[in-house]
């Protein structure tokens, strides 16, 4: 059975730090790129960060909005895929799911979210 179990969403004030984690379970974890999206209320869903599956090369990208604050990471010994997200803002406030994407299988999942809360 697969699964993304994501962790580490909370209250937080604007300009404080979060580190989401994701681990998979199920899968050869190496063999997928990963990424972290978010849904706001009202909204839809959007790609946050996506990172590669690494081996010889592997790139991070970034939704404009979050670039200078937040990292995207990952550690395919732990089965782990990280966020670190600095300088929140009330604007990140969403529910932020883990993705796994097999870029030739076609093979896609999702975790079920953490939620993010950014208010003073």
């Known amino acids: 059975q697969v699964q993304l179990v994501e962790s580490g969403g909370g209250l937080v004030q604007p300009g404080g730090s979060l580190r989401l984690s994701c681990v998979g379970s199920?899968?050869?974890?190496?063999?997928?790129?990963m990424g972290w999206y978010r849904q706001a209320p009202g909204s839809q869903r959007e790609l946050v960060a996506k990172?590669?599956?690494?081996?010889?090369?592997?790139?991070?990208d970034y939704t404009d909005s979050v670039k200078g604050r937040f990292t995207i990471s990952r550690d395919n010994a732990k089965n782990t895929v990280y966020l670190q997200m600095n300088g929140l803002k009330p604007e990140d406030t969403a529910v932020y799911y883990c993705?796994?994407?097999?870029?030739?299988?076609?093979?896609?999942?999702w975790g079920q979210g953490t939620q993010v809360t950014v208010s003073s």
């Open positions: 990172i590669t599956r690494g081996g010889n090369t592997n790139y991070a």
């Open positions: 199920g899968i050869i974890f190496s063999f997928y790129n």
């Open positions: 993705n796994a994407d097999h870029p030739l299988r076609g093979e896609v999942y």
